[in-house]
């Protein structure tokens, strides 16, 4: 199975900030990469497939990139409702794992 | 616009087994992949479980495997994870949803609440 790891685990930030989350691939998968939005007691969001295929309806200040092993998700201007926790998931190869997550709080 | 509407969780002893069911609705069901995926209290994601359309094909995680068994019916537009030998650490919000393969999960359910206690 293919391990997905992210970092931070945690991040703090003002409104404004820019924030970069990092996840990597055991092994190479491509650019067959998810990232999606969690808030408390809500469903998980899709923001970006094919690591940088923005959804629609997904602000434009969220952005992916990536191939291979190692992947980016970027909000350029953190805004009060991008709170929330972010995963990636490989769709490279079932199972279709998930990295731990990265909590974006505010400072 | 696309629905997926989860029932059957609920409070369970160790060793038991429970169904739970998906309605789903405003898409072409037959036509899609469908995944469940779990969250412990707490915790990150987890993904359990993917049936293909068409032919059926299924996969499981090593922790539910021989265990859990995903199924489906195309003509009630429903997804089922029926699961039996639960185990305390099977505690999690059970979410259904629309798997894209390579383009990823674009639609999911509300949830249920799978308590094994």
């Known amino acids: 199975d293919i391990q997905m790891t992210q970092s931070p685990s945690s991040v703090s930030a003002s409104v404004g900030d820019r924030v970069t989350i990092t996840c990597r691939a055991s092994q190479t998968i491509g650019t067959w990469l998810a990232w999606y939005q969690q808030k408390p007691g809500k469903a998980p969001k899709l923001l970006i497939s094919a690591a940088s295929t923005l959804q629609g309806g997904v602000p434009s200040r969220f952005s992916g990139s990536g191939s291979g092993t190692d992947f980016t998700l970027t909000i350029s201007s953190l805004q009060p409702e991008d709170f929330a926790t972010y995963y990636c998931q490989q769709a490279h190869s079932l199972p279709f794992t998930f990295g731990p997550g990265t909590k974006v709080d505010i400072k | 616009q696309v629905q997926l509407v989860e029932s059957g969780g609920g409070l369970v002893k160790p060793g038991g087994s429970l169904r739970l069911s998906c309605a789903a609705s405003g898409f072409s069901f037959s036509d899609s992949y469908m995944s469940w995926i779990r969250q412990a209290p707490g915790k990150g994601l987890e993904w359990i479980s993917y049936i293909s359309s068409r032919n059926g094909y299924t996969h499981y995680a090593d922790s539910v495997k021989g265990r859990f068994t995903i199924s489906r019916d195309d003509a009630k537009s429903s997804l089922y994870l029926q699961m039996t030998g639960l185990r305390v650490e099977d505690t999690a919000v059970y979410y259904c949803?629309?798997?894209?393969?390579?383009?990823?999960?674009?639609?999911w359910g509300q949830g249920t609440l799978v308590a094994v206690s």
């Open positions: 949803a629309r798997d894209q393969n390579v383009y990823g999960i674009d639609n």
